[in-house]
């Protein structure tokens, strides 16, 4: 296990080592173009911050998927130029579109992962204009400037993305196989489609509602007891309750959240106070800070919170922004958008954790049962493309793991009549249905092997013996015995 960890950290280093490549880049480029002409220092910081949010995006790799992400980008940063300066005119106004614009991106959910894609690219725009510590100028300047620089991070970014991308692993890549006939049909697992079920309103509009509550309830916070520091309790509210996956999720995340940015918050607001504004030391602080954020997100989510509030705490510093009530204020702003993110979401119309991992369950069921089918009947290699779309509904269950098993080592550690309380509790049972879903990777594999075997050695006899569906019947029988356990446990946990 040491050795895989520290494999895991050297491959994350290397893609931070990229990230911080495009945005180093974004940043020498904003530079230079301010040397022709009269770039905002707001546009400069914007463009920076996109640059660091685009890092973990895909973009796409056809060259229309990009043009459509550029263009979505480029129309949400004029909207969120426009919402600062009404903003700047009707604090109020301002505000109310600001939280309808971001509700409205997560409400897009509904229509697909594309939808879901474009929705979370237009709101990096209103994130870099709220976090940007001057005021938005007057004037449509500022606009002209914004995108520019949200371009030249566009681009950068692309470019970076396309680069880290090694031919040899382009190579390495399988043959596609050609598409497979469509598998017999499979009875579905059970999943809630009753009536009630359809009366319900759907995860996305749910998310969306809660967000909005969170973010005008950290602005109103704000307002009235950090009127100089409002970025604090509304970007955590923001953080915590975007893109949640469950009530229980919001609170595992909050939790890092709060902690991780208290933390981030101390130390930089501390190191502030220590340098002079606008220093040197501050800019090199922030992209040092930036790259370590980058390279142990993947490690644990408490990192990169406390790294992101220590750079945002370097940037207001270094506009001069520091001293002990600065410190108090924000750490302050942090509990209370933390606050407010986790009671939304879990007031209201929550999403349980556990019925988003049912429903992640079903569908990865059904695409488990679908290669299973082909493997089956045609042998592995025919299930070739069967094979990527379970190893993705797959990964969208682990994407659960961290709350609910953190539930279950809670429940583990409590006190004897508690513990008994909380093992009975939902979350639990989730996580041993989230184990065994996820358990059937290495099965998955194991037949999908057989199956490269026998392309790797098409014309040995011994490669297309171990490709026939009867050679690889064991394999498919345990693969077979865990999907029948799955299904058995779905029914099991189908609400009342």
Sequence with gaps: MPGSAHIGLIAHARGAVAAMIGILLTFWSMLELSGFAPVDVDAIVLSVVVAVMLTRRDLGSKPRDRAVDLGVLAAATVAAALVGLVEHEVVALGELLFVGALAAFVWLRRFGPRATRLGTIATLPFIATLVTPLPIPVGGGFALWAIVGVLIAFGWASAVQWVSSSPAA??????????????????????????????RL??????????????????????????????????????????????????????????????????????????????????????????VALWLRPVSYAWWAACITAVLALLYGYFGQTGAGVLESRLLGVLWGGAIAIVASWFVLPVRTTDVLRRRSADALRALTAFVTVARDQGPASAASLRTEADLALDRVEQLAPPLRAARRAAALAPGPLRRSLQRRPAAAGAELLDLVVGARPELHAVASLGAGSDADSGLASATAAASPASSRPALTLLGARLRAIRERLASLRRP
Excluded: E
């Design 202 to 291: 759907l995860p996305s509009t749910r998310m969306a509602l809660q967000l909005a509550v969170s973010l005008a309830a950290a602005f109103a916070v704000g307002h009235l007891l950090f009127p100089d520091h409002l970025v604090w309790p509304v970007i955590t509210a923001f953080i915590v309750c975007s893109g949640n996956r469950g009530r229980g999720d919001v609170v595992y995340k909050g939790v890092l959240r709060v902690s991780g940015g208290l933390l981030g918050t101390v130390v930089a607001t501390v190191a502030v106070g220590l340098g002079t504004p606008g220093g040197v030391g501050a800019v090199i602080g922030i992209f040092v800070l930036l790259a």
């Design 170 to 199: 382009t190579l390495a890549r399988p043959t596609p196989h050609p598409a497979p006939p469509a598998p017999t049909p499979v009875p579905p697992p059970p999943a809630p489609d009753d009536r009630r079920a359809r009366r």
